[in-house]
């Protein structure tokens, strides 16, 4: 399998980061209300990952190494996972497991429904990822993939509600998230071609 090394140090990291997590919990270092660190750890992960995903493609397109690829898929699954640790231990600590208190807190905070729509999205996702997916799917595949455009949206709609008030980490994620967007945009993506093509011109020139 090829860059087989680079794809174990991918997963060892994007496993070892929320192991650290339950340690710090374990260890009672995640301050006062642990419950709520690890649900907010849990979200900013997903998205980080969500983000580092919707990069792999430009990243190739830059560089030319096809090892951005070779990870893509793995991160994307990753980000399902922790979004689904996410939502768990919302559902465990926050709600303390009283499922019957869903409705309610839908009502009172509208954004969670906004989160479910953007799990719900990455689950899609996550799902038919597989090669045999791929194959049943043909054209379409690549079409139901682009729904990862408007989960983006969706989870930076999630999170703004959520931290209105620190909106200094919104931003940042979302000027990442506007670049990565428009990226894709074909010009944008021809221009980023051309200036690889630039680039390898100049290192062959020396
Ligand atoms: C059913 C699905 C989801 C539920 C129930 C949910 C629930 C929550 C809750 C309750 C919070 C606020 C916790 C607090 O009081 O601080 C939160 C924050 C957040 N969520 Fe979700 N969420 C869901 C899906 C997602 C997904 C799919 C992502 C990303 C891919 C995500 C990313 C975030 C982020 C980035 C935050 C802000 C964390 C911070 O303040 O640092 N959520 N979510």
């Given at each position: ?24 919990a ?41 090892g951005?690829?070779a990870v ?5 699954l990753?980000c ?10 919302y ?6 497991g ?28 996550a ?8 194959r049943?799917?043909?054209k ?12 983006v949206?969706?989870v ?17 994620y ?33």
């Open positions: 399998m090829r860059y087989r090394w680079w794809r174990l140090v991918v997963f060892a990291l994007t496993l070892s980061v929320p192991l650290y997590w339950l340690y710090l374990w260890q009672f270092a995640l301050g006062p209300d642990p419950g709520k660190v690890l649900v907010d750890n849990l979200g900013q992960g997903a998205l980080v990952l969500l983000l580092l995903t919707l990069s792999m493609t430009p990243l190739q397109r830059l560089t030319g190494w096809g951005w690829l893509r898929r793995q991160l994307g990753w399902f996972t922790y979004g689904f640790l996410h939502l768990a231990s559902l465990y600590f926050l709600l303390g009283e499922l019957w208190r869903l409705g309610g807190e839908l009502v009172e905070r509208p954004y969670i429904l906004v989160g479910a729509f953007g799990f719900s999205g990455l689950a899609i996702l799902m038919t990822s597989s090669r045999w997916s791929m049943r799917l043909g379409r595949w690549k079409a139901l993939h682009r729904l990862i455009y408007p989960i949206i969706i930076l709609l999630h999170m703004l509600w959520v931290v209105r008030s620190d909106s200094a980490r919104w931003f940042l979302a000027g990442i998230a506007t670049v990565l967007l428009l990226l894709r945009v074909p010009l944008m993506a021809m221009t980023l071609a051309s200036v690889r093509g630039r680039i390898k011109a100049r290192t062959n020139l020396k």
